[in-house]
């Protein structure tokens, strides 16, 4: 057990890491098969919850979990092809029973207690089992695509859960569901960023305003139209780059064909015709390369959000103007916009805050929607922000990373509702009007 110390303490949904050997079925016993399976998995489960909080997925090895665990190497392959099999079914067995119990909710009365009671069981769970929740909403995007999905899948039946208790709330009867995700997407963004922070204790008391934020939302009083197709506004890309430039253009293209994971420094000297040493010569490792990309790509999103921002006649339409012109650099960089809005999860703890950096930046042109409405949801900024982020990673997921300008009415909506009322928001978010 030698150099698994910290794993020990390790709380998990199958026990206590430190139990999993002593929870061995004795030899001789003549136990039904499907019993003696089910306390192989489980040990196998709380050592990969135990293992991956210790040293990351990444980072994980068959071998760890057999010595955690105490299974046999045989009993492991009659269970799993590989670890990232392992993984895919923790995560049925964690997830399941839990959205199960948050869908169970439904017993505590109609709308707004319906959806008080299913966000206090998902806190409650979170803080209750914070290394596997860690696991699976924050280590899971060095896992790969099929783990993502799995995520994903468990996301939508919440979502199911969610439009459920809006269809029973005044105002917010069918819903739309892209609001839903929206909003589902915002919430996960401030229980994601406690989870990597290791503040997750600070969710319950988040919780109040977490959900007034989610009420805030009535369905739109008209459609939100779709904008017209048309080229984006945003100019094209300068003719030459500085070498260092190149280089992050080069890391861009290749984190998207292959991920942050497996890209290599070689993939990237390769793809910027560059020399390794050339690339040493401006950064350490393929780390400290993929955080200048991230800072790269999001200031010159910036540079062309700003000033869109600043040219509106009011508020709402300088909220609208930023999205469009955001957006529509989107539709432009899709490597970059790929890079920053899904294979930066992968990428760890210090690109995430490089990222939320970033997004705190675009929080602060939220300031005047406080002075319009001093009663909104104090964590209303964060909560927007992350329903903002979760929409243009679900357009990249979807492959449609050039359409981005779609979702800017969305967007719009989204932003402007809690704090200028949906009639408003949506007349803004349709071009309508001039605001106020």
């Known amino acids: 057990m030698a150099g698994y110390g910290p794993t020990l303490m390790v709380k998990t949904p199958w026990g206590d890491a430190g139990t999993l050997r002593d929870r061995k079925l004795r030899p001789g016993r003549r136990l039904p098969p499907e019993e003696v399976a089910r306390n192989q998995r489980e040990r196998l489960f709380a050592a990969l919850v135990a293992i991956v909080a210790d040293k990351g997925y990444e980072e994980t090895r068959v071998e760890d979990l ?39 909710t439904d017993g505590h009365g109609p709308g707004e207690a319906r959806a008080r009671a299913a966000l206090d069981a998902l806190v409650g769970l979170v803080v209750d089992q914070p290394a596997a929740a860690r696991m699976c909403f924050v280590d899971i995007f060095a896992a790969g695509p099929r783990a993502v999905e799995r995520i994903d899948g468990a996301i939508e039946r919440l979502q199911r859960v969610v439009s459920a208790a809006f269809d029973e709330t005044p105002e917010r009867e069918q819903m739309p569901p892209e609001i839903v995700r929206a909003v589902i997407g915002g919430l996960r963004k401030v229980i994601h960023t ?25 369905s739109p009083p008209a459609p939100l139209r779709r904008p017209r197709n ?120 210090r690109a995430m805050e490089q990222r939320d950096r970033v997004m705190e930046s675009m929080e602060a042109l939220l300031v005047p929607g406080f002075e319009r409405n001093p009663d909104a949801s104090p964590i209303a900024a964060e909560a927007i922000g992350g329903a903002i982020y979760s929409m243009i990673y679900d357009q990249v997921r979807r492959g449609g990373a050039e359409s981005m300008q779609e979702i800017a009415p969305l967007a719009t909506y989204i932003t402007l509702a809690p704090f200028i009322g949906a009639e408003e928001a949506c007349a803004v978010a349709n071009g309508e009007g001039r605001g106020r």
């Not at 080069?250 to 015709?273: C, F, H, N, Q, W």
């Open 194 to 218: 406690r989870l990597y922070r290791d503040e997750e204790d600070e969710l319950p008391e988040l919780a109040p305003q977490m959900l007034a934020w989610g009420l805030a939302y009535p």
């Open 66 to 104: 057999l010595e955690l665990s105490g299974v046999s190497r045989s009993a492991f392959y009659a269970h799993f092809r590989d670890k990232e099999d392992c993984l895919l079914a923790a995560i049925d067995a964690f997830l399941g029973p839990a959205i199960d119990t948050i869908a169970s």
């Open 230 to 349: 048309r080229p984006p506004s945003t100019p094209a890309r300068l003719a030459g780059y500085d070498q260092a430039e190149r280089i992050l253009r080069a890391l861009a293209s290749v984190v998207a064909e292959k991920g942050y994971p497996a890209m290599t420094v070689g993939d990237i000297a390769s793809r910027a015709s560059i020399s390794l040493s050339t690339f040493y010569a401006h950064f350490a490792d393929k780390e400290e390369a993929m955080l200048a990309a991230v800072d790269s790509g999001s200031a010159q999103m910036l540079a062309t959000t700003l000033p869109a921002f600043r040219r509106a006649p009011d508020w709402p339409h300088a909220v609208r103007g930023a999205f469009g012109s955001m957006f529509a650099f989107c539709a432009v960089e899709t490597e970059y916009t790929t890079l920053g809005a899904v294979d930066v999860y992968a990428a760890g703890k």
